[in-house]
């Protein structure tokens, strides 16, 4: 019931439900299927995001983040060097339970391949905000991001 073409993944689903009627004080019960086609275009077309308040907190961090993603950078924190990741991202790090191998075990797949979105790295960001304030200043007043960070973005 589902069919991979080059641009798309079409499936066809069918909703199984009762429906219950009151006939001559008797409960009759009669099955109904509603039938679905679902189709995903394959290739993920360019997205924007806009952020309000863009100076903020939420705005500065996020946008330093998908930086430091997109050009794989590390920095020094207290304890250790840290690389760059999405871990927390339920679409870039969570994994889906798809079914078991022969032995019984587990598989599990990346949700982002198992359907087609947007990587945050490809994100086109642009926002707006009431104060003048630098995007590199709003994320140093933050003082969310490590030092040896914010210098690198």
């Known amino acids: 019931k589902v ?3 080059e641009d798309a993944i079409v499936s066809q689903y069918d909703y199984q ?21 679902f189709k ?12 309000v308040g863009w100076a903020g907190n939420n705005g500065s961090t996020v946008t330093a983040s998908i930086m430091a993603n997109k050009k794989g950078l590390s920095w020094k924190t ?5 690389k760059s990741n999405y871990f927390g991202s339920i679409t870039q790090a969570s994994t889906i339970r ?3 191998n022969e032995a019984g075990d587990s598989v599990h797949m990346p949700l982002k ?3 087609p979105m ?5 994100l086109e960001i642009t926002g707006w ?20 960070l914010q210098q690198q973005l």
Not at 78 to 82: A, F, L, T
């Open 78 to 82: 207290k304890e250790r060097e840290v």
């Open 118 to 122: 947007v990587d945050p790295n490809n």
């Open 40 to 51: 995903t275009e394959r290739k993920v077309p360019r997205t924007g995001v806009m952020f």
């Open 113 to 115: 391949n198992m359907l």
């Open 17 to 37: 439900t009762t429906v219950v009627k009151q006939e001559g004080g008797r409960t009759v019960l009669a099955p109904k299927t509603d039938s679905f086609s």
């Open 3 to 5: 069919q991979y073409t």
């Open 98 to 100: 798809i079914g078991a």
């Open 129 to 148: 905000d009431i104060c003048d304030t630098a995007l590199g200043d709003a994320m140093r007043r933050a003082c969310v991001l490590e030092y040896d």
